[in-house]
C-alpha cells in the first residue's frame, strides 16, 4: 500500500483510541484534509462542521456581539483598530454539549491538548469589514504569560459568502490560480474561500518554536453577503488560568497591568482571562472586583 494510505489509516485508529471514548463527535475523518501549503504549515478540512453545528455556534453569539478589538504591540492591551472592523464575541469553553464536541474534534485533529485553547471567538463581517494582515503570536510578553506563544489556529467557516471575505495568506510561496470570482484582496497571496463548514488549520511557529512570518494572515473585506467564522487559537502550554492568588489568601491581581486593563473593559471582554472560570481563578480579580472578601 502506499505510505500515505497506510498513515490515513494509522490516523484513524489514534483518534478512535485517542478520543473515542469521550463522544463520537471527536472523531474527524483524515482522508477530508488537504496540505495547502508549507510555508506557513496551513491544512484545510472539508466538512470539519455540520450544518448543525454552524448554526449553533452562530445563534449562540449574535446576540451578543460587540466591536472587535486588537492586541497592542507594546502594552498587549485590547485596543480599537480600524485594521479590524468586524465584531464579535468569546464562548466559554465546554460551554454545552455541542461547543464541548467541537473543542474535541479541534483536540483530535491538532494533536494538542484541549486545555491549551483559548475559548471560542464567533466573528461576524458585514459588507466591506475586514480583517488587515497580522499575525498570532504575540510581540508583547504579557499576552505570553498565560500560556505562552499562540502556536496554531484552527478558522472554522460558519457560513457560506458569496463574494469576497477569504483567507489570504500574503507571504505564502504558494501558486495559486485566481479567477474573477475571487476579491482583488485574495489574489495577493495564497487563499482559502469560505465554505460554511470548512475548517482552515494553521501554524503561527515553526517546529523550533521560533515565530513563522508566513504566518501573516488576513479576512478579505465582504463584497456580497456576510461572513461567519470561529477562531480557536492554541497556545504551547495551557491556557486555563490556575488558582493563585498571594501567600496569605488574599485574592490579588497577577499581573500589573490589571488595573488598567479593568477601567478599560477587559472583565466583561474578557474575562478567562481577567475573572476566571468555574475551574480556574482568573489574573485580576482584585481589579475586577470579584473576590469574595
Known amino acids: 500500500m502506499e505510505s500515505r494510505f497506510i498513515l490515513l489509516i494509522c490516523l484513524c485508529f489514534l483518534v478512535q483510541f485517542s478520543y473515542g471514548k469521550e463522544s463520537v463527535s471527536a472523531r474527524f475523518?483524515?482522508?477530508?484534509?488537504?496540505?495547502?501549503?508549507?510555508?506557513?504549515?496551513?491544512?484545510?478540512?472539508?466538512?470539519?462542521?455540520?450544518?448543525?453545528?454552524?448554526?449553533?455556534?452562530?445563534?449562540?453569539?449574535?446576540?451578543?456581539?460587540?466591536k472587535s478589538m486588537v492586541a497592542d504591540n507594546d502594552s498587549g492591551k485590547s485596543i480599537e483598530s480600524e485594521v479590524r472592523t468586524s465584531s464579535g464575541m468569546f464562548l466559554k469553553k465546554s460551554q454545552d454539549e455541542i461547543v464541548a464536541n467541537i473543542e474535541a474534534k479541534i483536540a483530535a485533529w491538532t494533536f494538542l491538548p484541549i486545555e491549551?485553547?483559548?475559548?471560542?471567538?464567533?466573528?461576524?463581517?458585514?459588507?466591506?469589514?475586514?480583517?488587515?494582515?497580522h499575525f498570532d503570536f504575540f510581540h508583547?510578553?504579557?499576552?505570553?504569560?498565560?500560556?505562552?506563544?499562540?502556536?496554531?489556529?484552527?478558522?472554522?467557516?460558519?457560513?457560506?459568502?458569496?463574494?469576497?471575505?477569504e483567507t489570504v495568506?500574503?507571504?505564502?510561496?504558494?501558486?495559486?490560480?485566481?479567477?474573477?470570482?475571487?476579491?482583488?484582496?485574495?489574489?495577493d497571496g495564497y487563499a482559502v474561500k469560505p465554505q460554511k463548514g470548512d475548517a482552515l488549520l494553521f501554524f503561527s511557529l515553526h517546529p523550533d518554536a521560533t515565530t513563522d512570518s508566513s504566518?501573516?494572515?488576513?479576512?478579505?473585506?465582504?463584497?456580497?453577503?456576510?461572513?461567519?467564522?470561529?477562531?480557536?487559537?492554541?497556545?504551547?502550554?495551557?491556557?486555563?488560568?490556575?488558582?493563585?492568588?498571594?501567600?496569605?489568601g488574599d485574592c490579588v491581581d497577577e499581573n500589573p497591568n490589571c488595573a488598567s486593563w479593568a477601567l478599560k473593559g477587559e472583565c466583561e471582554k474578557n474575562p478567562l482571562y481577567m475573572v476566571g472560570s468555574e475551574d480556574a481563578a482568573g489574573y485580576c480579580r482584585k481589579s475586577c472586583k470579584v473576590c469574595s472578601s
Not at 140 to 165: C, F, I, P, W
Not at 169 to 187: I, R
Not at 231 to 243: E, G, M, N, Q, Y
Open 169 to 187: 495568506f500574503p507571504n505564502s510561496d504558494v501558486k495559486q490560480p485566481k479567477g474573477d470570482d475571487w476579491s482583488e484582496c485574495a489574489k
Open 116 to 133: 491549551n485553547g483559548e475559548a471560542m471567538q464567533i466573528l461576524h463581517y458585514e459588507h466591506g469589514q475586514k480583517y488587515e494582515p
Open 215 to 248: 504566518s501573516l494572515h488576513g479576512s478579505c473585506p465582504v463584497i456580497e453577503g456576510e461572513k461567519w467564522s470561529a477562531t480557536k487559537w492554541i497556545h504551547v502550554r495551557s491556557f486555563d488560568a490556575p488558582l493563585s492568588n498571594s501567600d496569605n
Open 140 to 165: 508583547d510578553k504579557a499576552n505570553q504569560e498565560l500560556g505562552g506563544h499562540r502556536v496554531a489556529t484552527v478558522l472554522m467557516y460558519l457560513s457560506n459568502v458569496e463574494k469576497g471575505g
Open 29 to 66: 475523518d483524515p482522508t477530508r484534509v488537504t496540505q495547502i501549503s508549507w510555508s506557513p504549515r496551513a491544512f484545510l478540512h472539508r466538512g470539519f462542521l455540520t450544518d448543525k453545528e454552524c448554526d449553533h455556534l452562530v445563534n449562540l453569539a449574535k446576540d451578543k456581539l460587540e
